[in-house]
């Protein structure tokens, strides 16, 4: 079929720009170091909506691979059916996190019964700080409820943008 093939073609050529973009955009600030905190501590996955090739490449990149046991790129589906098929009925209620910085995120948290700790859209550097400081030990300890977590996301809710910045006139 001539309009599949011109589909894959424009697919593949968007991911080698991406490639070829994306490179040495290091993490934000305290992001390897929560890992390295949580290592050991906690089963750490990414889930993304990212094809999983660039996905572990980046992460390959800048050697925080080795904090995660899987990186599920959306070849596995949606994040939801990401987090169902690594967690589900693994863990009690308050002791799965999901850390994210988008509503489909907050979405797939919740189709979990996970927790959810938002990165603040345009304040992503404080968010990573207090997650190091403060929210890596609460959760650990069985502290970070969702009181915590209600707090928390009266703040993502004010920093998300009222429209998507290309349906901007």
């Given at each position: 079929?001539?309009?599949?093939?011109?589909?894959?073609?424009?697919?593949e050529?968007?991911?080698?720009?991406?490639?070829?973009?994306?490179?040495?955009?290091p993490?934000?600030?305290?992001?390897?170091?929560?890992?390295?905190?949580?290592?050991?501590?906690?089963?750490?996955?990414?889930?993304?909506a990212?094809?999983?090739?660039?996905?572990?490449?980046?992460?390959?990149?800048?050697?925080?691979d080795?904090?995660?046991?899987?990186?599920?790129?959306?070849?596995?589906?949606?994040?939801?059916?990401?987090?169902?098929l690594?967690?589900?009925?693994?863990?009690?209620?308050?002791?799965?996190?999901m850390?994210?910085?988008?509503?489909?995120?907050?979405?797939?948290?919740?189709s979990?019964?996970?927790?959810?700790?938002?990165?603040?859209?345009?304040?992503?550097?404080e968010?990573?700080?207090?997650?190091?400081?403060e929210?890596c030990?609460?959760?650990?300890?069985?502290?970070?409820?969702?009181?915590s977590?209600?707090?928390?996301?009266a703040?993502?809710?004010?920093?998300l943008?009222?429209?998507?910045?290309?349906?901007?006139?």
């Amino acid at each position: 079929n001539a309009v599949l093939k011109q589909t894959l073609e424009w697919s593949e050529a968007v991911n080698r720009d991406i490639e070829s973009m994306v490179k040495g955009l290091p993490p934000f600030p305290l992001v390897r170091e929560s890992l390295k905190k949580l290592q050991g501590r906690a089963d750490m996955i990414v889930v993304s909506a990212t094809p999983a090739e660039a996905l572990r490449r980046e992460w390959e990149e800048h050697n925080i691979d080795q904090f995660v046991a899987l990186i599920a790129g959306q070849e596995l589906g949606k994040k939801e059916e990401q987090l169902g098929l690594t967690a589900s009925g693994k863990y009690a209620a308050g002791h799965m996190l999901m850390v994210g910085d988008a509503l489909g995120d907050l979405k797939a948290a919740r189709s979990a019964g996970a927790l959810f700790y938002p990165v603040l859209p345009g304040k992503e550097d404080e968010s990573w700080r207090l997650f190091h400081d403060e929210v890596c030990e609460q959760f650990l300890a069985g502290k970070y409820t969702k009181e915590s977590e209600a707090a928390h996301l009266a703040e993502f809710e004010k920093a998300l943008p009222k429209a998507a910045p290309w349906m901007k006139s």
